[in-house]
């Protein structure tokens, strides 16, 4: 399964908001893969993508413009495969049906702050990681009290209900006051209005929050735990794997160029992961 | 109107009207009902007998005129309102009797809750009446569990049990199936004997003869003939009256 | 079996808020759907027309919007602050007692005019007319929906799970990050709320039902 | 309606009810009034929140989604009711072989959280490597054995309310069972039953809305998802409002086609009395 | 039993028996029903008349004994069972007339769907019908417009539709105001001089007198009684007669 884009289908490929064009290669000679196959013969790709992580995935309501880090890597991936980025059919899906859209051929690939473990990797290929990040906090601006998740005894830390991050708190540590709503926009939103000390989740993802109501909300600590993104594909693909590997492999300026123009807005430095062909 | 009894009017009414909607169901009714007076109401369906019974303990208004028992106008509402009724029994095509509680506490509900009667007076009151209508033994009993004749007994000993000033009757054997009409007819047949002023909406020929004093004819919400049985049943004088007596006594 | 045993705790947690949120809301939307009945079989015009109003706003709403102001909406009331399982209490409850509002206001409307003016006929006044005759018969049509309007809350409680409470309607987003096989597990979810409905509510409906089907 | 309760009002009871509405309106219009003042406080009625609703494709998007809204629940309406005709005619049959499954199959479906029906169908059942339930599928299958199952009952009550009469005399005009079923007692039933009906297709155009937790595209979704949009100051209450708002307004339109319907019926005895009058 | 009319049977029962759990509603009925005979079925509330009359159209079944229409079994059902049903017209105490559809809708749908006729023969056939027991003016009206008097009539022209060997008639008056009694009672009587076969409850002795060849009279499931109209009404056998007519005669 797989939800249709709320931004409004498809059309959202056009846009570039960050500015950014990637050549598009030419006469891809790539056997072995049938979701290689499969792009070539519709003329397009068909990507999974977040639409409501602002500065990773997001839909802007207003234009239908699509921005953030994971969007201009998949237009990237998309690029390094001989699609033009006219020829991209972005679609949200929820980070609860990311294998089954895999599974299902709902899309190609998947770029979406997807993190690789043991477990998804049963049921899907990941191609990177493209991007380390890790647990962190965000709170309100004016907040004196939470300086990192030693800070969170007696604290409400809001999470996604039943992901990662929230059981984390759950497990290690009991004093906190876990909090959990279905998306993390809500989490947020419980944030401004103080009904809640914290939003914790992948650092990544609350920059993005941070950066889009900097009056408000600020991020905390340092990371405490480990998250490697990658590019989900199918589950088999290795020829498509190993391309998109050694693409992002030979492509450290360009994705510095992403980053730069991404993430990096906020100032912070980061080096390129290293992938890891498993 | 003449009042064949000649005792002073116990209900009056004087010009009534009421509509429902367009329906002119009362139209100008003057009618008096002197103590220790039977008053028989007949005509067809429709005709405004029920409308008329029950606008004389108010559980319909009227739109003009007026109505008074014993001299005193219909209170308005409230206190007033519930001491007039208990002053005048109803017993209803239907029973209408209190289905969850039993015939005894059906009887004793009026005179403890509303006369303040101590429950063994009033159990004693309750079964003494069950008594005189015949359904003593059934006292302890539900009201789905007795015949329709016997649960019409009960609602009269019901009404009778907060010794009203007269009760209004509205086709208590209607619902009865043949062989039962008679049992609650002969208590009512008692009741007139015993000089309770009465006023019965009935088809049953034969209780008029025995124990009405009067017979009133409504035909579309109007007073049309006003008789003693006998002259009413023999002689009848306007067509309508002909009319609807020869459809209900040929049959039977 | 060993999604269930594997993770007993976690539906044990969950089964047991859906008790809390079940049995409170089952409370609260008994007294204001009662009172808000009692508005709307009132006397006074504007108290039906406000009853109306509630009602049929608040039923034509889905809940999970209901719920979803509760949870984000109330804050910025400057009310005291409450636990996000007491906002889906006060959410359920509100949303349920228009249902049981209408059980009761039908219940009442079955009872057979007759019965109070029958009433009304041996002088009764409206008060004891209401709670002697009408009530105690309105009160025996009205259990059997009122059950039906439970067995709906108990499994309306599952759309907390949006929400932050950690109930039944949630499991399924846990075992999914513990990567625990899914099917089985909602299949053991929807189970466990058959054996609620019909191995407690609805046999306790019937029970009543027919006890006092008896009685009348 | 409330005849069965209350004296028609005297001059005091109509000054107690004065009393009443006026505390009722005060109250009502209090508590109306501390809400608006409250989101006004705390900044939901600023422009910055509402701004995003002037843009041409958002509201382009509220048309889109409403359709899709709508879709679902016309989909599940039409399949609940033939599901639910089929169910109630199953368990009203004589052999005990069909009207026990109908039985069992109407019990557990309406036991079984309609929420946790659509999870089933969403995510458990590709877990197991069924392909293809879109969220379209889960939601619409989901709501019509739900609501299949609970019109099967309104149905099945509907035919047990009628009078017995009506299927004896269907019978000694020597009709077979079925036919009697078809053509005197459904007939009847769905008459009888049809503010019943009305509700249930409420109930199925609310819970239409369920779909927004398992990613269908509907009206709540993309309210929640307009949320994220700091852009324009994350306007989550004022999209919770304008989804319920949209919602309320479909439900009400609902029953109003519903009422007309059912009114065309009712005023069938009219046309009908207007043509015996002409033949008369 | 005797059968006064002694043509060949066209209702035959046999030593039929029917329970209800414990109650044992109809205890070894023999009863033969000649063609063109006219039968009234008399007795107190719960005898089993109604019973009886149902299982003659297998409304109700039997527990043991026979019961043949012009010689052939009832059908145990199918077909068979609906067909001999048309054969069989009833007309119910409550009319029974299909709420949903017109008047003559009610009487058309058995032509059309049981017999297969066409709709405009079973138009002009209901409409013959309908002018016959005199509602033919109101064809296109629904049954609820119609006065119960009306509504009746109309059951019984639905039951002619279907040319039925024999009609069974359950307490038709009973559920009618006084006045549109006799409506219907006069339909049936000139049915009954037409040469039709039909068994009729009631406890009309108007009509008894009139159109019966034979009254029985039921107590507890049993006949307990059976003779001319005349013999009976006038000189009751047993004391259960006797009572129940004492019961029913001295009212109107
Ligand atoms: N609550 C009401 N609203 C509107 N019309 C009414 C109401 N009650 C009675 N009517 C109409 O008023 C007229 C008189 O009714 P009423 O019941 O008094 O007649 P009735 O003489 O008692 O007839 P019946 O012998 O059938 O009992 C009828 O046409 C009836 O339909
Ligand atoms: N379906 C049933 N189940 C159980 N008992 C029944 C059923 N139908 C009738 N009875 C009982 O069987 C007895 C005979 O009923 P029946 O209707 O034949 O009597 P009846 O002579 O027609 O009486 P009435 O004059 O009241 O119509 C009654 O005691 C009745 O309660
Ligand atoms: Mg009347
Ligand atoms: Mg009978």
Known sequence: ?278 | ?252 | MNVLLDNSQLFIDGFKNTGILFIFSAFFSLILGTIVAGMRVSPAPAMRAAGTFYVNSVRNTPLTLILAFFALGYPKLGLPEISFMNAAIVGLSLYTATYVSEAIRSGINTVSVGQSEAARAIGLPFMQTLTLIVLPQAFRSVVPPLFSVFIALLKNTTVAAGFSVLEAGSIRATLSDLGEPLLPGLLWVALIFVLLVLGILSPLQRYLEKKWKVAR | ?280
């Open chain 2, 1 to 252: 109107m003449t009042n064949p009894a000649h005792a002073p009017a116990l209900v009056e009414l004087k010009a009534v009207n009421k509509h429902y909607g367009a329906l002119h169901v009362l139209q100008e009714i003057n009618l008096e009902v002197a103590k220790g007076e039977v008053l028989v109401v007949i005509g067809p369906s429709g005709s405004g007998k029920s409308t008329l019974c029950r606008t004389i303990n108010r559980l319909e208004t009227i739109d003009t005129g007026s109505i008074t028992i014993d001299g005193k106008e219909l209170p308005k509402e409230g206190k007033q309102l519930a001491n007039l009724r208990a002053d005048v029994g109803m017993v209803f095509q239907s029973f209408n009797l209190f289905a969850h509680k039993t015939i005894l506490e059906n009887v004793t509900l009026g005179p403890i809750k509303v006369k303040g009667m101590s429950k063994p007076d009033a159990d004693k009151l309750a079964l003494s009446l069950l008594e005189r209508v015949g359904v003593g033994h059934q006292a302890a009993k539900l009201p789905a569990q007795l015949s329709g004749g016997q649960q019409q007994r009960v609602a009269i000993a019901r009404a009778l049990a907060m010794k009203p000033k007269v009760m209004l009757f509205d086709e208590p054997t209607s619902a009865l199936d043949p062989e039962m009409i008679n049992e609650v007819l002969d208590v009512m047949v008692e009741l007139a004997k015993e000089g309770m002023t009465m006023v019965v909406v009935t088809h049953e020929m034969g209780f008029a003869r025995k124990a009405a004093d009067r017979v009133i004819f409504m035909a579309d919400g109007q007073i049309v003939e006003e008789a003693t049985p006998e002259e009413f049943f023999t002689n009848p004088q306007t067509p309508r009256a002909k009319d609807f007596l020869s459809k209900i006594l040929t049959n039977g």
């Open chain 1, 1 to 278: 399964g797989g939800g249709d884009t709320a931004g409004g289908g498809s059309d959202g490929g056009g846009g570039d908001a960050a500015g950014l064009s990637f050549e598009v290669a030419k006469d891809v000679a790539l056997t072995g893969s049938p979701t290689f196959d499969k792009i070539k013969s519709a003329g397009k790709i068909r990507i999974g993508v977040k639409e409501d992580q602002p500065g990773l995935g997001f839909l802007d309501a207003a234009t239908g413009e699509r921005s953030g880090f994971d969007i201009e890597i998949a237009r990237w991936m998309a690029a390094s495969l001989g699609v033009a980025a006219d020829k991209i059919d972005f679609k949200a899906i929820p980070s609860a049906n990311r294998e089954a859209a895999l599974a299902n051929g709902d899309v190609d690939l998947y770029v979406g702050t997807y993190s690789i473990n043991d477990k998804r990797k049963k049921l899907v290929d990941f191609a990177g990681p493209y991007f380390i990040t890790g647990q962190g906090l965000l709170v309100a601006k004016d907040n004196t009290t939470i300086t990192s998740e030693k800070d969170l005894d007696g604290k409400k830390v809001c999470s996604a209900t039943g992901s990662t991050p929230f059981q984390n708190i759950k497990d290690n540590f009991p004093k906190a006051d876990a909090i959990s709503f279905d998306i993390y926009t809500k989490c947020v939103e419980a944030l401004t209005s103080g009904t809640v000390d914290a939003v914790t989740t992948d650092q990544a993802i609350l920059l993005g929050y941070a950066s889009q109501n900097p009056d408000k909300l600020k991020v905390v600590g340092e990371p405490f735990t480990v998250e490697n993104y990658g590019v989900g594909l199918p589950l088999g693909d290795t020829a498509l794997r190993t391309f998109l590997n050694t693409t992002l492999t030979d492509g450290n300026a360009t994705w510095t160029k992403i980053f730069d123009a991404t993430l990096g807005k906020s100032g912070t430095k980061v080096e390129q992961p290293k992938v890891d062909q498993y």
């Open chain 4, 1 to 280: 309606m409330s005849a069965v309760l209350f004296d028609v009002p005297g001059p005091k009871a109509r000054t107690r009810n004065v009393y009443l509405n006026t505390v009722t309106v005060i109250v009502v219009v209090g508590i109306i009034g501390f809400i608006l003042f409250r989101f006004y406080e705390s900044g939901q009625f600023t422009a910055q929140k509402w701004e995003i609703f002037t843009f041409p494709r958002v509201q382009e998007m509220f048309l889109t989604v409403i359709g899709t809204t709508l879709k679902a629940f016309a989909v599940a309406a039409v399949g609940s009711l033939v599901l639910g005709i089929i169910l109630a005619f199953g368990r009203l049959a004589e052999a005990k072989w069909l009207s026990l499954p109908c039985y069992w199959f109407t019990e557990l479906f309406r036991a079984v959280p309609l929420l946790i029906l659509m999870m089933i169908m969403y995510y458990g059942l590709p877990s197991v490597g069924v392909k293809g339930i879109t969220p379209f599928i889960a939601v619409v299958v989901g709501l019509i054995l739900y609501n299949g199952s609970v019109l099967a009952e309104v149905f099945r009550a509907g035919i047990a309310s009628l009078p017995k009469g009506q299927r004896e005399a269907g019978l000694a005009i020597g009709l077979s069972n079925g036919q009697v079923l078809r053509t005197i007692l459904l007939p009847q039933a769905v008459r009888a039953m049809l503010p019943v009906i009305i509700a249930q297709l409420v109930v199925i155009m609310k819970d239409t809305a369920l779909g927004s937790l398992i990613t269908y595209n509907e009206i709540l979704y993309y309210a929640t998802f307009l949320g994220s949009q700091g852009q324009y100051g994350s306007p989550v209450v004022p999209g919770l409002m304008v989804a319920a708002v949209i919602y309320v307004g479909l439900c009400l339109i609902l029953s109003g086609v519903a009422r007309y319907t059912e009114f065309k019926m009712s005023s069938r005895v009219k046309v009908v009395k207007a043509k015996a009058g002409i033949a008369g």
